[in-house]
T-cell receptor
Framework: DARVTQTPRHKVTEMGQEVTMRCQPI?????VFWYRQTMMQGLELLAY????????DSGMPKDRFSAEMPDATLATLKIQPSEPRDSAVYFC????????????FGQGTRLTVV | DQQVKQNSPSLSVQEGRISILNCDYT??????FLWYKKYPAEGPTFLIS?????DKNEDGRFTVFLNKSAKHLSLHIVPSQPGDSAVYFC??????????FGIGTKLQVIP
């Protein structure tokens, strides 16, 4: 049963702390996305990778967010330092990489920064 | 600047009736459109898509219509079922462009 796996599912942290969210894309998918869901903006694209190379990270606040793919089975999204306005649900998704295909989403990480 | 707009935040429909969810886009480079469904505490799941070379795509109870001149698409669910109650996201992309999502419409199907 192929699925995108995200850890942790929930994270509560204090303002100023570093947060790392992890994603295991579906095996064989070479495009990986990070989205953030908020009430006002819906699903915002933060960054995406193709064949582990970052293609677009214009949606990320560069001073505090970073996204990497250390290998084909792991994508990470880090926030340092975290702020209360970062509280949201963060989704990772993967796609086979060809043009115009649907993405498969993980269950998300619900982040609360207090 | 919302390039994909879902202007109705919520919709209530009686079971058995038609649900119509609307979506407008502004970027004329978009040529492929998708609908995703999302249940609480889960990630979005793909529902149906349409290419700009078509004006209609059907999959069971779900039909998506595309009006390119109006930059408008709609998702029709007939007949609506209580299990269809979810948030529906419209999304659009063009070539290798990133996929842009709308803010979603929450559908409630009343038994």
């Amino acid at each position: 049963d192929a699925r995108v796996t995200q850890t942790p599912r929930h994270k509560v942290t204090e303002m100023g702390q570093e947060v790392t969210m992890r994603c295991q894309p579906i095996l064989g998918h070479n495009t990986v996305f990070w989205y953030r869901q908020t009430m006002m903006q819906g699903l915002e694209l933060l960054a995406y990778f193709r064949n582990r190379a970052p293609l677009d990270d214009s949606g990320m606040p560069k001073d505090r967010f970073s996204a990497e793919m250390p290998d084909a089975t792991l994508a990470t999204l880090k926030i340092q330092p975290s702020e209360p306005r970062d509280s949201a649900v963060y989704f990772c998704a993967s796609a086979p990489g060809t043009v115009n295909t649907e993405a498969f989403f993980g269950q998300g990480t619900r982040l609360t920064v207090v | 600047d919302q390039q994909v707009k879902q202007n109705s935040p919520s919709l209530s429909v009686q079971e058995g009736r038609i649900s119509i969810l609307n979506c407008d886009y502004t970027n004329s480079m978009f040529d492929y459109f998708l609908w995703y469904k999302k249940y609480p505490a889960e990630g979005p799941t793909f529902l149906i898509s349409i290419s700009s070379i078509k004006d209609k795509n059907e999959d069971g109870r779900f039909t998506v219509f595309l009006n390119k001149s109006a930059k408008h698409l709609s998702l029709h669910i007939v007949p609506s079922q209580p299990g269809d109650s979810a948030v529906y996201f419209c999304a659009a992309t063009g070539g290798y462009q990133k996929v842009t999502f709308g803010i979603g419409t929450k559908l409630q199907v009343i038994p």
